[in-house]
């Protein structure tokens, strides 16, 4: 399976914590959703993405994504995101890839664009460290 990721799993240890394993960094392949914005959601410090005519989202592209990696990412993600298929483009073409989108209702972009790097600086060592134990609190997967 296909997952375009433009927020904190575009970081490679926040999404080598989630699938318990390091994806090579040739996994994730440069990509853009057009017509999307990427924003902070209210009180938090992760981003979501939200219609935009004018606006095109940063991301990667993830392939070869097992059932197991989709169980995990979508536990990650939790009940404020659904599973919808949009399109991106990868090299110039457009491709129709999974997308975590918000649910309106659970979630609410602040004003603030969110970037990445700026998160890595700010961010990044605390939220790891809240997944950390968020994580070792739930029973590892079998690899069966």
Aim: proline share 8%; glycine share 6%.
């Amino acid at each position: 399976m296909r997952f375009f990721f433009y927020g904190t799993l575009l970081d490679h240890d926040v999404t080598a914590l989630v699938l318990r394993r390091r994806l090579p960094p040739a996994a994730f392949v440069p990509a853009n959703l057009p017509g999307h914005a990427r924003r902070r959601v209210k009180s938090a410090t992760y981003p979501i993405v939200v219609r935009d005519p004018r606006g095109t989202v940063p991301g990667v592209v993830v392939s070869g994504l097992s059932a197991r990696d989709v169980a995990l990412l979508t536990d990650y993600e939790g009940p404020g995101y659904r599973v919808v298929p949009l399109r991106v483009r990868v090299a110039g073409a457009m491709t129709t890839v999974s997308v975590f989108e918000p649910v309106q209702s659970r979630l609410q972009p602040s004003g603030e664009l969110w970037d990445l790097a700026l998160w890595q600086r700010r961010h990044k060592q605390a939220f790891v460290g809240r997944l950390k134990r968020r994580l070792s609190a739930r029973p590892v997967y079998s690899r069966q």
